[in-house]
């Protein structure tokens, strides 16, 4: 079983930066591919952001291309999102995810295995 911790969320001026982090407890960390989704109020959970178990291959959403990078840390156990340029449409909670798969990221939020709580993301405009 893996416990997932989300933190590093707040209120932000547009323009402004953040820098999530989701620390990963009870399992190997290197195995999952790791996600971060986000959800709105009244709006589906989606992908914004996905690392590979190795790190070696990422995806973004278009809506967040050139301004989130996703990267991970096998050694500590983590997953950091770096959220630049935050627009107001950004407003969310955001959740890290683990699916123990093979070398893939899937969107699908169905597919991921364990979840963080949740870190509330809020871009003021």
């Known amino acids: 079983q893996v416990q997932l911790v989300d933190s590093g969320g707040g209120l932000v001026q547009s323009g402004g930066s953040l820098r999530l982090s989701c620390a990963a407890s009870g399992g190997t960390f290197s195995l999952y591919t790791m996600g971060w989704f986000r959800q709105a109020p009244g709006k589906e959970r989606e992908l914004v952001a996905g690392?590979?178990?190795?790190?070696?291959?990422?995806y973004y959403a278009d809506s967040v291309k050139g301004r989130f990078t996703i990267s991970r840390d096998n050694a500590k156990n983590t997953v950091y999102l770096e959220m630049n340029s935050l627009k107001p449409e950004d407003t969310a909670v955001y959740f890290c995810a683990a699916d123990l798969a093979p070398s893939y990221i899937s969107i699908q939020y169905t597919e991921y295995d364990y979840w963080g709580q949740g870190t509330q993301v809020t871009v003021s405009s």
């Open positions: 690392i590979t178990r190795s790190g070696y291959t990422t």
